[in-house]
């Protein structure tokens, strides 16, 4: 089993910045896609960004890229979300999500190949 625990949302201003931080447990996340995923109220769980296992290659929503730029640190069993130039249509809750990569062919785009996903942190962005 791995756990999953997000940090680092909050409230900020249109324009700024802020940097989201998922620590994992349980199992080393090396080889493990991992993923971010948003979810506004009333609208439906959307993909951000992910990274696949083992580090290599990244794939940012067209809403996002640009703007916001994915890592991990396998050392720390974390991964990042860097976020700048913040709109109010980023206000969302924030999840991280983690599968075990076993094919390069799986849509890391897909929340339904997860197995594992935090419990969120909201993000507010105010004009």
């Known amino acids: 089993q791995v756990q999953l625990v997000e940090s680092g949302g909050g409230l900020v201003q249109a324009g700024g910045s802020l940097r989201l931080s998922c620590a994992a447990s349980?199992?080393?996340?090396?080889?493990?896609?991992m993923g971010w995923f948003r979810q506004a109220p009333g609208k439906e769980r959307e993909f951000v960004a992910a990274?696949?296992?083992?580090?290599?290659?990244?794939i940012h929503a067209d809403s996002v890229k640009g703007r916001f730029t994915i890592s991990r640190d396998n050392a720390k069993n974390t991964l990042y979300l860097q976020m700048n130039s913040l709109k109010p249509e980023d206000t969302a809750v924030y999840y991280c999500?983690?599968?075990?990569?076993?094919?390069?062919?799986?849509?890391?785009?897909?929340?339904?190949?997860?197995?594992?996903w935090g419990q969120g942190t909201q993000v507010t962005v105010s004009l």
């Open positions: 990274i696949r296992g083992s580090g290599t290659g990244t």
């Open positions: 349980g199992r080393t996340i090396s080889s493990y896609a």
């Open positions: 999500a983690a599968f075990p990569q076993r094919s390069v062919l799986v849509d890391v785009t897909s929340p339904r190949n997860y197995d594992y």
